[in-house]
């Protein structure tokens, strides 16, 4: 809970998928918000990042790439290292096959590793990936077992690349 004034409010925990995690929407974008909003306390304690790509990278190996881009992103007035220590802690990595089902058990299962008292943090997806994928995501998503009724999915928008009329995802 914060004390803003008379206003107090809490920032619930949220389980974030983000699908192209090493891309450069979420390199030079996302992680920079997602660091700032935990600088400035608008992260729960619990919120985890669950970063899926392609790239056969360990953990560590992830977590590298992503401290590398915020202290290139991120100006350096705005960098605190107990912060980034903070937010580095809070990523995990999966490499995932976005177009199969196999694999997504992963989400399911990183989802369980986290359970308070017998249930799960809402969760959102993020999908930083091209629109031509979007619906084999959420149909793998679905198929696994990986969505519940608290999911919400999350889609990046090119409008370069939008056209008219829009199609429907699923």
Request: hydrophobic share 40%; net charge neutral; with cysteine.
């Amino acid at each position: 809970i914060r004390d803003r004034g008379m206003i107090q409010d809490t920032t619930p925990e949220v389980d974030l998928a983000l699908f192209g995690a090493l891309g450069d929407l979420a390199l030079r974008k996302l992680y920079p918000a997602l660091y700032h909003l935990d600088r400035d306390g608008l992260l729960a304690v619990d919120t985890r990042v669950l970063g899926l790509a392609r790239q056969d990278l360990d953990v560590e190996a992830f977590r590298k790439r992503v401290r590398e881009a915020l202290k290139k992103y991120v100006k350096a007035t705005a960098l605190d290292n107990d912060c980034l220590q903070r937010f580095i802690e809070r990523l995990d990595y999966r490499v995932l096959d976005f177009a199969t089902v196999e694999g997504y058990d992963a989400i399911r299962d990183w989802r369980a590793t986290a359970s308070r008292d017998g249930t799960q943090a809402p969760m959102t997806v993020y999908l930083a990936v091209p629109a031509s994928i979007y619906g084999a995501i959420c149909r793998n998503l679905e198929a696994s077992g990986s969505l519940d009724d608290d999911t919400r999915v999350v889609v990046a928008v090119s409008y370069t690349h939008l056209t008219l009329p829009t199609k429907r995802i699923v």
